[in-house]
């Protein structure tokens, strides 16, 4: 899987300069990135991205939030990133805990894009209140 237009939401340079460089070496592009809840949102309307990478926590709003506005204006593969509390997450959500290596992120990104697919071709369906999944650090 290679070439997704990726929107990265991290407040900390020291995280989202690696991290998109990673996903770079990977083959996808990092069309945006955003520090904050406002520019998470605005960013996701101006590019359209294929997937998000959101830290829960911001230094201005919530990753959270700012996903969920987004979700109530389209559908839009995701992930979170987080090296703190994990009972703030939707029980849906699926959580990459920091720090992660390259294996951890590769899976996530697989994982969401092929849930996203199979939701999209109808061969899976939504559950309501499903558990949500935490990938270890690797």
């Known amino acids: 899987m290679t070439g997704l237009r990726i929107v990265v939401v ?15 070496a990977l083959g996808h592009e990092v069309c945006a990135t955003a520090t904050t809840e406002v520019e998470a949102v605005a960013a996701a309307a101006r590019h359209g991205p294929d997937l998000m990478i959101v830290d829960a926590h911001l230094q201005a709003g919530s990753g959270i939030s700012a996903m969920e506005t987004v979700l109530r204006l389209t559908a839009m593969p995701h ?20 720090p992660f290596g390259k294996v951890s992120l590769m899976a996530t990104l697989a994982s969401v894009m092929g849930q996203s697919a199979a939701l999209a071709s109808g061969k899976i369906k939504a559950e309501p209140h499903p558990v949500a999944s935490f990938i270890n650090r690797a």
Do not use: C, M
């Open 10 to 24: 991290e407040d900390n340079a020291q995280i989202s300069v690696p991290l998109a460089e990673l996903l770079a």
């Open 79 to 98: 992930f979170f990133i987080t090296g703190g509390a994990r009972r703030i997450f939707p029980s849906n959500a699926t959580v990459l805990l920091k």
